[in-house]
């Protein structure tokens, strides 16, 4: 199951979900900035930066998965899927003790091109609440998209979850999409059966610190 991507709550601190009118809400100015390919690389989390036990995955330089195809039931969702895969992203994988994998992902672009990704994926997110997809083996299953209850974290943050069930066992993945001026941030977290939302905030909040000090 490949996807890559806040909430009702309370005040403006909290991010918009899948259930909201408006997907993605701006908090203030932000002056136009950005990373270089290198500088992103540099940003990236470390099993250092993340908490006791957690394991850093080798990175295998296998190409990314062709999904064509994968999302036809919504159309704007493969759109953005497509453009998302066809970017130039720097990312990382990790293993936490409990046995999820979780993975980052940063994306710079000009601020306008990241705002407008980022506007382009929630409102396809928002817009399909399931689809049917299929394994590289032809194994079809069913996906469903659901809101999360998740903070403000940088300019802009959207998050959702994504739950399938393959050969009778429940596989659930949050992400969440977080843009400080020009950069994204893309938190995925996999589980199987239940998923612990609060670790994927730790890893995003630890991700945008680090995004922040390349920035500054």
């Not at 407008?116 to 998209?145: H, I, N, P, R």
Request: proline share 4%.
């Amino acid at each position: 199951m490949t996807v890559l991507a806040g909430c009702s709550g309370t005040g403006d601190e909290r991010a918009h979900t899948v259930d909201d009118s408006g997907a993605v809400s701006t908090v203030g100015h932000v002056p136009l900035r950005t990373l270089t390919a290198e500088q992103a690389r540099s940003a990236l989390l470390v099993a250092a930066d993340l908490p006791t036990g957690w394991i850093a995955e080798p990175d295998t330089g296998a190409p990314k998965k062709d999904s064509s195809g994968d999302y036809d039931q919504c159309p704007a969702y493969d759109a953005v899927m497509q453009r998302v895969s066809r970017a130039d992203d720097v990312s990382a994988e990790f293993t936490a003790p409990d046995g999820s994998d979780v993975s980052e992902a940063l994306l710079p672009l000009a601020e306008t091109d990241a705002q407008g990704m980022l506007a382009d994926f929630s409102e396809a997110v928002t817009a399909c609440k399931k689809l049917t997809t299929q394994m590289d083996s032809g194994v079809a299953f069913d996906m469903y998209f659901t809101a999360l209850s998740f903070p403000q974290l940088a300019d802009e943050t959207f998050a959702f979850r994504t739950t399938a069930t393959v050969f009778g066992r429940t596989v659930n993945l949050d992400m969440a999409v977080v843009r400080r001026g020009g950069v994204l941030v893309f938190i995925v977290q996999q589980a199987g059966e239940a998923i612990d939302t609060a670790l994927t905030e730790e890893v995003a909040r630890r991700a945008v610190t680090k995004v922040d000090a390349a920035l500054n």
